[in-house]
């Protein structure tokens, strides 16, 4: 822990689900014990802090408005999701996307010219995964040489108490049938951390990165440079404290536990 | 070509769609020009065949049966699909398997115990690659440490004139998931071709495997120290004559002119 002490955090690039709060599918879900006031406690203290989400299956100010309504009080513009930095992308380089996403997040990408496609947008579609779906990106990747572009590339995320798939197996299903690596757009892409931090205005060792996802959170801010916090909380199994590839730089039981250690003097 | 010749061909593993017949969904398909009398001629000759297959959406007996009706005169016990070679794995270790397969291969696991699963079996389902039926697939592999066994894992065909995706992309989607590491059972699986092999009772440079998939046939077959024959019908694509890693020993026009070649003298 002294590392964190002596070298200073200035900013924190934070994971929502699974840090600030739980995820079910009927409602809101809860926020976690402590992280409402944590926030404001590393705000009050002067710490910046940029939400990296991989949240593909809401538009930005649906997954703001769920936070508000649960107590945070961020603003909007502080959440960085995949589909501003692919929609960013698309329009950069005059792309024409199909579009396999959740029916909620298409609001983020409206406007776009999606005739003819040359590239696919894979987001965490869920039951818009079927067979034929899928047999359509991957026709698009492998006959039309569309470019593959993925809202992330998170293995699973806890859900209702269950595990449950993300988008990145679904991409490394059309990766590994078309021989095409996929653009990835948010986590663990190196380029998606190092804009957090651009934004905000830190180098990558002024700021930790704090997530539920050992591989995709943890391991992806450590190949960026950026010193890694693994929770206890969301989709964290013990398994995770001896990963085979992925060592945290700390593990603590919850985001206000990092907080606690981030403000100690 | 000479080396087939010089060397001597005493067998031959055949891939059956693609190779022999033409596929699609409404009816039978159709033999592939040559390949009816192809076969006769070379039993005639006196050369060995096992029909090595990933088929997975079939039992064997409604493959046989269909190769029949399409003029083919091969007993069915010369025909090895992936499914025969994972029920004997089955049996051998006292498996219980949850079964994600085709409904009409689901005869040729009859009789298994598939309670409390200790293993999952991937087949090429087709529709039932479903969003839930792949996450319950995912949760017994990644929570209950179920063993992943995968039919085959070729990543697509083609069929009814268009680029179908096959097992082999939804293996590597759980694969990637759960960080576990399928069993396959079928090509391009090392033991799936030596067991045809010792179905022949011949050694690996004795026969010669001849598939329309670069990778999972003829890739296959070579890592299985056989040599590796690639088919211009079926889902061949021009591209694969220049595969990054897949050399073919012999590119033919079909199935006829390999036996034309093995038959010269």
Do not use: W
């Not at 199994?237 to 700390?250: N, R, Y």
């Amino acid at each position: 822990m002294s590392n964190f002490k002596s070298l200073g955090v200035k900013g924190v690039l934070c994971d929502i689900t699974g840090v600030l709060k739980e995820s079910n599918t009927t409602d809101d879900g809860q926020a976690i014990q402590g992280s409402i006031e944590g926030i404001e406690r590393l705000v009050a203290a002067g710490i910046k802090i940029k939400f990296v989400t991989n949240e593909s299956q809401i538009t930005r100010r649906e997954l703001h408005q769920k936070l508000i309504r649960l107590g945070f009080s961020m603003p909007e513009d502080s959440i960085m999701p995949p589909a501003f930095a692919a929609r960013s992308l698309i329009e950069k380089e005059n792309l024409r996307p199909h579009l396999l996403v959740h029916d909620d997040v298409l609001q983020d990408f409206e406007g776009l010219n999606t005739e003819d496609p040359n590239c696919v947008v894979l987001g965490d579609a869920v039951e818009k995964f079927t067979y034929n779906n899928l047999n359509t990106v991957f026709r698009l990747v492998k006959e039309k040489q569309c470019r593959l572009i993925s809202l992330g590339k998170g293995k699973y995320y806890r859900e209702d108490g269950q595990l449950t798939l993300d988008v990145g197996p679904f991409t490394a299903a059309v990766e590994f049938a078309s021989d095409q690596t996929a653009l990835v757009c948010g986590k663990p892409d190196k380029a998606f951390f190092q804009a957090g931090l651009d934004c905000l205005g830190l180098t990558a060792d002024e700021a930790v990165m704090v997530g539920d996802d050992v591989v995709s959170d943890v391991g992806g801010a450590q190949n960026a440079g950026i010193r890694g916090v693994l929770v206890r909380t969301g989709k964290y199994t013990t398994q995770d404290e001896s990963h085979p590839t992925v060592k945290p730089h700390l593990i603590v039981d919850n985001f206000k536990a990092l907080v606690d250690l981030i403000l100690a003097t």
